[in-house]
């Protein structure tokens, strides 16, 4: 069962009043007494592209006034104004997180995620330094506590056993597999990370690029070349995946995954090992975490799972639905209060939304524009 993650917010760097890189620091949008700057919307605004599935579809940086970067524009601006409306509330209430709170939290999801080698190589394939991850751990707890503040959190056994027998549906999974993988680790935003480490000699865009794909393609030949031996011998495959694996949750496994159902795995990874048959190692599989080689081990019939082995789900869904919903309230009401500025309008959401129209009505020769008229002209008549 998948929990809702609670938005985790940044907080703003002391840095930016440090007058390093003026334009950096310039204020694009003004929310209360804070500011939103043109270095926060970047990062979050690149991170977001880098990890975007949508990326895919063709370069978004090069084209700044193309529908998917807007899209992603208006989500990341929309985004930050929440972030800092919630900080704002978070310190007029005087809430504070010690490092004793995000070690706890720390180590609740490393325990979840199988230790700590496992928590490291998630955040190596994602890009995400320890500090990153422990800034976002930092900023979660303080939005959970500021949930707790604005609104009664409380779930009882009660209330996830009431909510397991009302959603059976919920707990019901299909086929599952039991497989193994090797992972040659080559995520985009990493890779770049990486290589642009050296700050005494940054490459420019074109450099920078062309690096990344070489990079890329390197490691698909590993991975190529390592399927291949074992499509002519799967009983090495135990070992090459200690040998080999950058996957450290599995590797020491000899690559097993155990059971699991195909939601449960990125769609190319289960994909294919859905369709492989039984003790067959598959071509090399590109995700976002990079290349898997795969073989099927063994396949279980579909069912139900028994309330015990997941009422701890059941239980975080249900206290992360609560804060959500806590934090949705504050925000809502904390909007109708806070004066939002937009020192630059190419950072207005309406203006970006405008654009979106524009996009949507040239790509439909002006029908989505007719649509939307006569929606409209409908609605005034009832």
């Given at each position: 069962?998948?929990?809702?993650?609670?938005l985790a917010t940044l907080v703003l760097s002391a840095m930016l009043f440090t007058g390093c890189g003026l334009k950096d620091q310039k204020a694009v949008i003004k929310v209360g007494d804070g500011v939103i700057t043109q270095k926060q919307y970047?990062?979050?605004m690149d991170k977001s592209i880098a990890q975007s599935p949508l990326a895919q579809f063709g370069d978004m940086k090069g084209n700044k006034d193309g529908f998917l970067y807007l899209m992603t524009e208006q989500r990341v601006i929309n985004q930050l104004i929440i972030q800092e409306i919630l900080n704002q509330e978070a310190k007029s209430?005087?809430?504070?997180?010690?490092?004793?709170?995000?070690?706890?939290?720390?180590?609740?999801?490393?325990?979840?995620?199988?230790?700590?080698?496992?928590?490291?190589?998630?955040?190596?394939?994602?890009?995400?330094?320890?500090?990153?991850?422990?800034?976002?751990?930092r900023n979660q707890v303080k939005m959970q506590k500021l949930a707790e503040a604005a609104g009664k959190i409380k779930v009882t056994d009660a209330d996830c056993k009431a909510f397991y027998d009302k959603n059976p549906d919920k707990f019901k999974h299909d086929d599952q597999v039991r497989a193994s993988h090797i992972l040659i680790a080559a995520n985009d935003y990493q890779l770049q990370q990486e290589i642009d480490s050296n700050p005494k000699k940054k490459l420019?865009?074109?450099?920078?690029?062309?690096?990344?794909?070489?990079?890329?393609?390197?490691?698909?030949?590993?991975?190529?070349?390592?399927?291949?031996?074992l499509q002519t011998d799967?009983?090495?495959?135990?070992?090459?995946?200690?040998?080999?694996?950058?996957?450290?949750?599995?590797?020491?496994?000899?690559?097993?995954?155990?059971?699991?159902?195909?939601?449960?795995?990125?769609?190319?990874?289960?994909?294919a090992a859905f369709k492989a048959k039984p003790n067959t190692v598959t071509d090399p599989v590109k995700s976002q975490f990079g290349y898997h080689i795969i073989m099927v081990t063994?396949?279980?019939?579909?069912?139900?799972?028994?309330?015990?082995?997941?009422?701890?789900?059941?239980?975080?869904?249900l206290v992360n639905e609560k804060q959500i919903e806590a934090l949705d309230k504050l925000t809502v009401a904390a909007k109708k209060k806070v004066k939002i500025e937009y020192v630059d309008e190419n950072f207005n959401p309406e203006v970006i939304d405008k654009k979106l129209k524009k996009q949507v009505n040239d790509a439909t020769n002006g029908q989505a524009e007719k649509v939307r008229e006569a929606t409209m002209k409908d609605n005034k008549k009832k």
């Amino acid at each position: 069962m998948k929990g809702s993650k609670i938005l985790a917010t940044l907080v703003l760097s002391a840095m930016l009043f440090t007058g390093c890189g003026l334009k950096d620091q310039k204020a694009v949008i003004k929310v209360g007494d804070g500011v939103i700057t043109q270095k926060q919307y970047d990062e979050l605004m690149d991170k977001s592209i880098a990890q975007s599935p949508l990326a895919q579809f063709g370069d978004m940086k090069g084209n700044k006034d193309g529908f998917l970067y807007l899209m992603t524009e208006q989500r990341v601006i929309n985004q930050l104004i929440i972030q800092e409306i919630l900080n704002q509330e978070a310190k007029s209430r005087g809430i504070k997180v010690s490092n004793k709170d995000v070690d706890e939290a720390v180590k609740k999801i490393m325990d979840k995620m199988g230790g700590r080698d496992k928590l490291t190589e998630v955040l190596k394939q994602n890009g995400i330094s320890i500090g990153e991850f422990k800034k976002d751990v930092r900023n979660q707890v303080k939005m959970q506590k500021l949930a707790e503040a604005a609104g009664k959190i409380k779930v009882t056994d009660a209330d996830c056993k009431a909510f397991y027998d009302k959603n059976p549906d919920k707990f019901k999974h299909d086929d599952q597999v039991r497989a193994s993988h090797i992972l040659i680790a080559a995520n985009d935003y990493q890779l770049q990370q990486e290589i642009d480490s050296n700050p005494k000699k940054k490459l420019d865009e074109k450099e920078l690029k062309a690096k990344v794909e070489k990079a890329l393609q390197d490691k698909k030949a590993e991975a190529e070349k390592l399927a291949k031996e074992l499509q002519t011998d799967n009983s090495k495959f135990a070992a090459y995946a200690k040998k080999y694996s950058e996957d450290p949750g599995s590797a020491q496994q000899g690559g097993d995954l155990g059971f699991f159902a195909k939601d449960r795995m990125v769609p190319e990874f289960a994909e294919a090992a859905f369709k492989a048959k039984p003790n067959t190692v598959t071509d090399p599989v590109k995700s976002q975490f990079g290349y898997h080689i795969i073989m099927v081990t063994d396949r279980r019939a579909a069912g139900i799972m028994p309330y015990e082995k997941v009422k701890s789900d059941i239980k975080d869904f249900l206290v992360n639905e609560k804060q959500i919903e806590a934090l949705d309230k504050l925000t809502v009401a904390a909007k109708k209060k806070v004066k939002i500025e937009y020192v630059d309008e190419n950072f207005n959401p309406e203006v970006i939304d405008k654009k979106l129209k524009k996009q949507v009505n040239d790509a439909t020769n002006g029908q989505a524009e007719k649509v939307r008229e006569a929606t409209m002209k409908d609605n005034k008549k009832k």
